[in-house]
């Protein structure tokens, strides 16, 4: 695989982070360390694979989830006076999320305003558009990335071995997903995946995606948390990308 995706949209190690524990309904203030930790590296592990670039703070983040969870893991020194900093590893962690997070629903909040306040004064919409509005809410790249892992677990184990030719390229991908775009305009991601023959297409397929995404071709949208993925065109990158073929 020599195609390389540079994105300026990845979220950050503490999204990561707030992905997995509302993901699992984990309590932020009572995280299990030993468990987030593993599906944190998982999903570095999985980045690595598609050869994505990887900002340096998500390997530091690693570093910091395996420092607690060592600490954790160690018996407490009986001759040592219990602090608040030594009482719990995760303190700190702990305190840094719940910041962040109040942060993102502040941040959530203006982009809604924003919308209505840009929805004063607009023309005539149809009915399907303000449907469109009403039931869905942008997927973050980390739902992207557990539909790749969910699809290449599934591709049955028998092809694991199976000597493939390069049949696909990401240029041809992006080809295919822009002409399925023309003719429906929303498409299922788990579709896309389903379609694949082996996880070789499965990995292109996906690349594919987060390269429109970055060209703002496309969103990525769900109907609820953690549920179904679906592509949305952007109709003006679309109607450029019609008149050209």
Do not use: W
């Amino acid at each position: 695989m020599t195609y390389k995706i540079k994105l300026d949209l990845f979220e950050g190690p503490l999204d990561l982070l707030l992905y997995l524990v509302k993901k699992d309904h984990l309590n932020i203030c009572d995280i299990p360390i030993a468990r987030v930790t593993e599906q944190y590296l998982q999903y570095l592990e999985l980045m690595r694979l598609l050869d994505l670039n990887i900002a340096g703070e998500f390997l530091v983040m690693a570093s910091t989830l395996i420092h607690i969870k060592s600490k954790m893991l160690l018996p407490p020194d009986p001759s040592q006076v219990d602090t608040e900093e030594d009482a719990d590893p995760r303190a700190e962690l702990m305190q840094k999320l719940l910041e962040y997070q109040k942060f993102k629903e502040a941040a959530s909040l203006l982009r809604e305003k924003e919308l209505i306040r840009q929805n004063v004064f607009t023309r005539t919409v149809s009915v399907s558009d303000k449907e469109n509005q009403e039931s869905y809410f942008e997927a973050s790249l980390f739902d992207l990335i557990s539909a790749f892992s969910k699809a290449m677990k599934e591709i049955p184990k028998e092809l694991l071995y199976e000597v493939i030719k390069d049949e696909f390229t990401v240029e041809e991908k992006i080809h295919d997903l822009l002409h399925l775009l023309l003719n429906a305009p929303v498409i299922s991601v788990q579709g896309l995946f389903g379609k694949a023959r082996n996880k070789f297409e499965i990995v292109v397929t996906f690349l594919a995606v987060l390269e429109l995404i970055r060209l703002k071709e496309i969103v990525i949208v769900q109907k609820e948390a953690f549920g179904e993925i679906e592509v949305i065109r952007n109709q003006e990158k679309i109607t450029s990308y019609e008149r050209s073929v």
